[in-house]
């Protein structure tokens, strides 16, 4: 993995009816040229809603620099399992990366660390990056389920659960130590941090994270792209 880019993802949730994401993707890509120069210093990741996946990949290929994450994905692998959508699946569409175990996976869908663990493992297998998304309690018990190998090929996301949609950032020292131990626990892979990053704060995160998980800022897509051009300024 490339440590001297710094990884933006716009992590939609379950926002935008199809013709909103249509309309964020159209207005996206005419202006990728804009920001050509910033993907010298940033990889994008869009994770839309399954739903969308195909669409997004589809403008996404033509497009340096941005590939297309899902947000989850189902810790059985191909077969009976009504309503799943397995690693297999996402891979064949051309998706490159997966969140797993977001905080609201855990708190709204009762995800546990094991479960978690089996979708890392799914998502190996299938070629795809997993993107882990952990609170600061979580980073050791999950990272003791995983092997060093799986570690060494996911990219962590510190998320604290408090700094989620709130408007409120964590503080940078506290977001500094939290990425000090969640990189001796999962290893020297990429960490991001996310939980209301906006234009006003990105900077100072990543001063001390390799990226930022972006929900609320990533929905309107000319706030988005001025967080891709933060990549490359000074504050
Ligand atoms: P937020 O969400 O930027 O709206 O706080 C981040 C996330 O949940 O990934």
Redesign the pocket.
């Known amino acids: 993995m490339n440590m001297s880019k710094k990884i933006l993802i716009a992590?939609w949730?379950s926002h935008k009816t199809a013709s909103e994401a249509q309309d964020w993707l159209t207005t996206f890509a005419k202006k990728h040229q804009t920001f050509i120069e910033e993907m010298d210093h940033c990889q994008v990741i869009i994770a839309p809603s399954f739903l969308y996946l195909e669409a997004v990949i589809k403008v996404c290929d033509n497009l340096s620099g941005v590939s297309v994450a899902a947000q989850d994905v189902s810790h059985f692998p191909l077969g009976s399992y009504t309503g799943a959508v397995a690693a297999r699946q996402l891979a064949s569409l051309g998706v490159s990366h997966a969140l797993v175990g977001?905080?609201?996976r855990r708190k709204y869908f009762g995800e546990t660390h094991s479960l978690v663990a089996q979708k890392i493992e799914q998502l190996i297998e299938a070629k795809i990056t997993p993107i882990v998304?952990v609170d600061e309690q979580e980073i050791q018990q999950q990272a003791e389920l995983i092997t060093k190998q799986q570690a060494s090929n996911c990219i962590i996301?510190y998320?604290p659960a408090s700094?989620?949609?709130?408007g409120m950032g964590q503080d940078l020292p506290q977001v500094h130590k939290a990425i000090d131990i969640a990189k001796k626990a999962f290893g020297d892979v990429p960490v991001l941090y996310?939980?209301?990053?906006d234009e006003r704060n990105i900077h100072e995160y990543l001063l001390v994270a390799d990226g930022a998980?972006?929900?609320?800022?990533s929905l309107d897509v000319e706030l988005f792209i001025q967080l891709i051009s933060a990549t490359n300024s000074k504050p």
């Open positions: 992590n949730k977001h905080s609201e998304c996301a998320e700094a989620i949609g709130s996310g939980g209301s990053v998980l972006v929900g609320g800022s």
